[in-house]
């Protein structure tokens, strides 16, 4: 299996909900990493967990808030959106958190697109 | 800090056709390289990557080579087809070994029959 899978494909939700986005991976990949990507525009990274640990938060409104249950799962929960958080959402996955030197590589899912309305 | 900058696009070509999308890069230490691709609907996909200077990497027909004396990643491939209508990043690692891909802003490519 080497997919990096993500639910729901489609969310549509308004300023005062809240809902989670689901990713699941079954590679044994101990990093695990969210992305928003706006339309046309390349994927900014949000968070990066390591070992089921939060390595990385790039500054990201506290309106998102990721969770890593185990080493193939990862949510990231949302409350109180605005509109302009109205994005694709992607889900990746490396072996190890270091890419490049040691020659990973980041699978991808799919992506949740959101709207906010 | 590593930043990547690609050709803007859209890049429309005809089936069969030559393609180049030019990537340049600036960065400290030894960066590796990457060039990701997006088809509708999808996640990213890598494509293909080098690690070290003059390393060319390659896959499905397209190729990239590391070039340290031009900053460059430019992407080809000698005969393009209608499937590879996508969206292609270039990529590289971020300084310092932390864990983060710095994405350049993407190309489209439209190839028509």
């Known amino acids: 299996d080497t997919e990096v899978t993500q639910t729901p494909k489609h969310l549509v939700m308004g300023m005062t909900n809240k809902k989670s986005l689901k990713c699941e991976q079954h590679?044994?990949?101990?990093?695990m990493y969210w992305y928003k990507q706006k339309a046309k525009k390349p994927p900014e990274l949000m968070f990066v967990?390591?070992?089921?640990?939060?390595?990385i938060n790039e500054s990201v409104p506290s309106r998102f808030s990721p969770e890593c249950p185990n080493s193939s799962l990862l949510n990231l929960h949302l409350h109180a959106l605005q509109p302009e958080d109205s994005a694709l959402y992607l889900c990746?996955?490396?072996?190890?958190?270091?890419?490049?030197?040691?020659?990973?590589?980041?699978?991808f899912g799919s992506g949740t697109q959101l709207s906010v309305l | 800090g590593n930043s990547v900058t690609q050709m803007e696009g859209p890049v429309t070509l005809s089936e069969e056709a030559f393609l180049t999308i030019n990537c340049t890069y600036t960065?400290?230490?030894?960066?590796?390289l990457f060039w990701y691709v997006q088809y509708p609907g999808e996640g990213l996909q890598l494509l293909l990557k080098?690690?070290?200077?003059?390393d060319k990497g390659s896959n499905k027909g397209f190729e990239a080579t590391y070039r340290k004396e031009t900053t460059s990643f430019h992407l080809e491939k000698g005969s393009v087809q209608v499937s590879d209508s996508a969206v292609y990043f270039c990529?590289?690692?971020?300084?310092?070994?932390?864990?983060?891909?710095?994405f350049g802003q993407g190309t489209t490519l439209q190839v028509k029959p």
């Open positions: 990746a996955s490396s072996p190890g958190q270091v890419v490049g030197p040691t020659n990973e590589k980041l699978f």
């Open positions: 080098a690690t070290k200077a003059d």
């Open positions: 990529a590289l690692t971020g300084s310092g070994n932390t864990g983060k891909l710095i």
């Open positions: 590679m044994g990949h101990r990093a």
């Open positions: 960065a400290t230490g030894y960066p590796s």
């Open positions: 967990y390591s070992y089921e640990k939060l390595s």
